[in-house]
């Protein structure tokens, strides 16, 4: 069971969060016109990739923020959390 | 009958407490403290069951958990548990066990006709033989295996054991309670870290309970037991017994299954019987030690065959002698401490060393104790059938390839050391690189991957001295960093006797001529012969080897199979063992139960149950209660002797009669604040939200990004900045989630907050024609006039002092209004419903007749809204906005969203007006076509209709816009019904809408 640094609560068990799927996709702006490809790659497309991975959890027995989680999809290391507003270098 | 094997003296069980137990139904005695194992041993009971395979006569090989043969049933208070280690298992007064892998028993046992045709069952026999014709799998074979060859039986009754889980954190987690656990949690508990130090043996100690050692001028044992004191009395010490730590996670997350009360005839009551511990722990020391591996030779299965260690234990730790001509074969010095303790007892052991000339100061012991020692000797083949009786013996030469003449010796027991095998399953399973460490001819710990440092014989640590030191190093700097103390620990002296040099020597060649089963993996019943089989059949992988011949997949996991069987291979291939390599260690290390896992979380535990406010009430009052996720529901109110068919119609004929009131508390009800809440609603929902007035209800829409409808429900605006959103039983965590996710992560620009208030206010549905009657009576201050409150208006009115907000919003078509008040007062609001209401004949109604209702006014819900289904398809495209964007607007382009034949809600009716159809039916043109038989549609939902007085239903349809009309066949394999049934509009009572506005 993963150990995820809440960046508001601190270190709690990953059975209080749940998953939210590829942090470093971007929905398109609203009332923005798109294209197909642009919206198929937003709703649709992941990489699905082995190693460091951002990733959406919402600590949702916690504090219920989402935040984001840098964490190696092979191994499981959790490099860095983040909260939903902070920008990732 | 009398323990003929137990000594006098020795021995650390209690002789004051006696007690009695049966197995196999014959009755027997042991102590306090002794393991079924002991107890048998004691009793000269060495025959225990039969091998899986051949049905070879089995008996103690172990003394632990490493025992690969002594699996039996137990059976305790009525129940009955399999595959129970008699070596672990501890006696109690009437513990009853039988063997298992015996039929008709353990004496006759006709399996062992397998030991004759073993020519016959070779390495993947079972891929092999019970292949062909499929047809035979379930009827012969499947029935065959599973009566010769299984292993316990599990019980088909309800468990009534309890089981817990308990969540624990510690600084230091210490695995295994031998001098390097020991040491290290002494040092770590000094500087004051909190540890939890586990021990899967009813005593502390590990190996310190038998090797002949002294520490600080004690006994290992005292010295042990002497620390294990100190730390029980330690506040930041957690010290536990009969506590297998079996799983290494990830983060540093073990599983640790304690042993409450499986050594006592019967769990206290509220006691459990097992706990298992989920522990965080910021850094790992494994100390589990290291379990001796058996030298290979011919009939190496023979009961009387055991470990040398496991002879030493039972004498040592139970006082039983495991034969009174024992033979002791040794490629190391561990075998002279058993010849050793056997002598101390007057017993005359014979030594065969593989060895040539080794020197040791054990060895010095041994000869100036006289015991008969021979050098370069080894065991070609135990003698006996169910139990050994002789030993043929040989010289080897020094390259171990040639036998010398094969000489006779009487002998009851053969006690094996192949020398140690590092435990090394928690450091594998925690992803740790393991190597392999040419001088111990076994695999240790390599790279760390997580906080974890392997001591002692775990990691190939053999010496006493060494072990001490470095644990109480590790221990002293590693809870220092945690702590910032530097409390110094004395390293007391240790005098060890024994050397750690071993002869690389693990298998007997065979003599000219004979060819013996030489085992591998006693529990599988894998020979050398397999695996020679496996590998002339071209398997190469060691994982493929494993599951070919099935060596090391017993339930014991090859604890002492695999490194022979790794050396064989070795050997054979011409490689070197590291190359091989060993199969992956994967948790559990020793069988777990099932209930143990589980826990607490069985039936209506496994979630948590939500009650509405309103719940005592509905009991009282006969309610029959449906789930609803975890809401328990009234699905209807049983009078008399009604059915859920009759009831539910009376119920939903009340609401279009009279008027009814349904608890509505389940449904998600989320508080929406702030300047832009405006703005999120109208990003959230399909249609416009930017122009709802203050006081006024809307029902809208959501959508996920794929453009699938989401939920449904209405929104209604309480004050200028301020919403109140309900959202579907089944979806409103779903829901919130989704709000906090686009004002979070999408749109930080919005000011606005969400809370859940879905358990703040209780709901009642008031519905039907004289609802508005039964209002009036409720609010007599407030005007609810059509004109004042219309439908879709909202106004907040005192309820018999009690504030209260009236949404006027109907779900069942009818003239209907939602009342909702602090959930405190739930209950008074329902009863003052039911009093009030009484002139109005009013009665309350259940999930089924809400149903009926919805469904005849085609309103859609859950079985229509199933993740699959875009609004068109509900006809709800009305409310999707041209306009204006909004979640998932864009997906609905998708040229499947478009198509002319897009599937779409209809109504449904069967011709007869007789015949239900059931929910999930398919919707086809011709009832004969060949399957498969092209699928229209499917019946989302059936009722029968109460105001008609037929069945009617909801389908999702192709085409469904032009269908209006047609004749179709509702068609259900599951029910076999071919229902031949006419298509209408889905709404099929009030298509105006005329009675929510009168
Ligand atoms: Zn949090």
Redesign the interface.
């Known amino acids: 069971m993963l150990y995820i640094n809440c960046p508001h609560c601190g270190m709690r068990s990953q059975n209080e969060f749940s998953y939210g799927g590829d942090a470093s996709v971007k929905r398109p702006e609203i009332n923005k016109e798109v294209s197909d490809q642009e919206w198929d790659n937003f709703v649709y497309n992941r990489k699905s990739l082995r190693g460091k991975h951002l990733e959406l959890w919402q600590h949702i027995s916690g504090c219920r923020q989402w935040i984001k989680v840098e964490r190696d999809t092979g191994t499981h290391e959790i490099f860095r959390t983040f909260k939903a507003d902070e920008e990732v270098a | 009958m009398t323990q003929t094997f137990r000594i006098e003296n020795g021995g650390f069980i209690n002789k004051d407490k006696k007690l009695s137990f049966k197995f196999n139904g014959k009755t027997y005695f042991g102590y306090e403290g002794d393991t079924l194992a002991s107890a048998l041993l004691a009793n000269g009971v060495h025959l225990i069951g039969r091998s899986f395979k051949y049905h070879r006569p089995r008996g103690f090989f172990g003394a632990g958990v490493d025992e690969p043969y002594a699996v039996v049933q137990l059976y305790r208070n009525g129940e009955t548990e399999p595959n129970i280690k008699a070596t672990e298992q501890e006696l109690f007064e009437g513990l009853e066990a039988k063997s298992v892998n015996c039929w008709p028993s353990v004496n006759f046992d006709i399996g062992a006709i397998n030991n004759f045709l073993k020519i016959f069952l070779p390495a993947g026999f079972y891929y092999k033989t019970f292949m062909w014709p499929k047809s035979f799998w379930y009827r012969i074979y499947e029935p065959f295996i599973r009566k010769a060859a299984g292993l316990g039986v599990a019980s088909t009754k309800h468990d009534n054991e309890r089981y817990e889980h308990k969540?624990e954190y510690c600084d230091l987690l210490i695995a295994g309670s031998g001098p390097s656990g020991l040491a290290s949690a002494y040092a770590a508990a000094k500087n004051g870290a909190r540890v939890i130090l586990a021990e899967d043996k009813p005593r502390f100690g590990g190996s310190l309970l038998t090797s002949d050692v002294n520490i600080g001028n004690q006994s290992g044992k005292d010295w042990a037991e002497g620390i294990i004191a100190e730390l029980k009395t330690m506040p930041n010490v957690v010290v536990k017994n009969r506590s297998q730590i079996f799983g290494y996670?990830?983060?540093?997350?073990l599983v640790m299954s304690e042993k409450v009360s499986d050594h006592l005839p019967s769990t206290k009551k509220y006691h459990p019987n097992k706990r298992l511990w989920?522990i965080?722990a910021k850094e790992v020391l494994i100390s589990s030690g290291s379990i001796e591996r058996p030298i290979v030779f011919g009939n190496n299965d023979t009961p009387g065959v055991m470990l040398s260690s496991a002879a030493k234990e039972y004498l040592k730790v139970y006082g039983v002698l495991v034969g009174r001509k024992p033979l002791v074969f040794t490629n190391n010095d561990s075998g002279y401490e058993t010849a050793i303790e056997f002598k101390k007892h007057g017993v005359d052991p014979v030594v065969l060393d593989s060895r040539k000339n080794p020197e040791s100061e054990i060895i010095d012991e041994a000869k100036s104790l006289r015991i008969n020692i021979k050098y370069s000797y080894v065991v070609v083949a135990a003698q006996g059938y169910k139990k050994v009786k002789s030993a043929d013996i040989a010289s080897i030469s020094e390259d171990k390839k040639q036998l010398g003449k094969i000489e006779n010796i009487q002998c009851d027991c053969i006690c094996v050391s192949g020398f140690w095998t590092p435990t090394i399953h928690l450091a594998s399973q925690s992803?740790n690189k393991t190597k392999y460490k040419e001088e111990i001819d076994a695999f240790i710990p390599g790279q760390s991957?997580q906080n974890e440092i392997t001591l002692g014989a775990a990691n190939g640590v053999f010496s006493l001295d060494e072990t001490l030191k470095t644990s109480f190093k590790v221990g002293s700097e590693l809870s220092k960093k945690i702590t910032k103390k530097n409390n110094e620990v004395a390293i007391p002296n240790v005098v060890e006797k024994k050397s750690s040099q071993h002869d690389k020597f693990w298998c007997v060649p065979l003599p000219k001529g004979k060819n013996y089963k030489r085992f591998l993996d006693f529990q599988n019943d894998v020979a050398v012969s397999d695996i020679e089989i496996a590998l002339r059949e071209g398997y190469r992988s060691i994982e493929h080897v494993k599951r070919y011949t099935t060596l090391g997949m017993a339930t014991d996991q090859g604890k002492t199979s695999n490194l022979n069987g790794l050396q064989l291979v070795s050997e054979i291939e011409n490689k070197v063992v590291p190359a091989v390599g060993h199969t992956t260690f994967r948790p559990p290390y020793t069988p777990v139960s099932i209930g143990a896992i589980v826990g607490r979380e069985v039936g209506k535990h496994s979630k948590p149950t939500r009650k509405s406010p309103m719940h005592e009430w509905h009991e009282k009052n006969n309610a029959v209660f449906v789930d609803a996720g975890i809401w328990l529901r009234p699905r209807y109110y049983k009078k008399g002797n009604e059915n859920l068919f009759e009831a539910s119609k009376r119920e939903a004929k009340n609401v279009r009669t009279n008027v009814g009131v349904c608890d509505v508390t389940t449904l998600g009800k989320i508080d929406i604040k702030g300047p832009d809440a405006a703005e999120l609603l109208n990003?959230v929902y399909t249609n416009a939200w930017l122009k709802l007035p203050v006081g006024k209800a809307r029902y809208g829409v959501m959508l996920r990004?794929?453009g699938i409808v989401m939920d449904d429900g209405t929104t209604t605006r309480i004050s200028e900045n301020h919403y109140h959103m309900t959202t579907t039983t089944a979806q409103a965590a779903n829901v919130l989630?989704h709000l906090?996710?686009y004002l979070?992560?999408?749109?930080?620009e919005l000011n606005v907050n969400v809370v859940s208030t879905t358990e703040q206010w209780a709901g009642a549905a008031i519905a039907g024609p004289k609802s508005r009657d039964l209002l009036k009576k409720l609010f007599p201050n407030s005007d609810v006039s059509n004109e004042v409150l219309p439908f879709m208006g909202y106004m907040e009115g005192d309820l018999f002092g009690v504030k209260a907000r009236i949404f006027r919003i109907s779900f069942s078509g009818e003239l209907a209004y939602e009342v909702n008040v602090e959930s405190d007062y739930g209950n008074f609001m329902w009863e003052k419903i039911m009093e009030v209401g009484e002139e109005f004949n009013i009665q309350p109604y259940g999930t089924e007749a809400l149903s009926t209702l919805r469904i005849e006014m085609g309103h859609v819900a859950g079985s229509e809204l199933d993740g699959r289904t875009i609004p068109y398809d509900n006809a709800l495209e009305g409310l999707v906005s041209k306009k204006?964007?909004f979640i998932g607007k864009?997906?609905l382009h998708r040229s499947a969203f478009i198509a002319e034949d897009r599937q779409r809600i209809v109504g449904v009716v069967p011709l007869d007006k007789q015949t239900s159809i059931p929910e999930g039916s398919h919707l086809v043109k011709d009832d004969k076509a060949p399957l498969p038989n092209p699928k229209l549609g499917h019946i989302s939902a059936s009722c029968w209709s109460v105001e008609y007085d037929n069945p009617f239903s909801l389908a999702i349809l192709k085409d469904g816009k032009n269908m209006i009309g047609q004749k179709l066949f509702a068609m259900s394999p599951l029910k076999n019904k071919v229902i031949p049934v006419e298509i209408v509009s889905s709404h099929y009572v009030d298509p105006k809408g005329e009675r929510v506005r009168s």
């Open positions: 969540y996670y990830d983060h540093n997350m989920y965080r992803g991957k990003r990004e794929d989630s906090e996710y979070q992560l999408v749109w930080h204006k964007d864009r997906s």
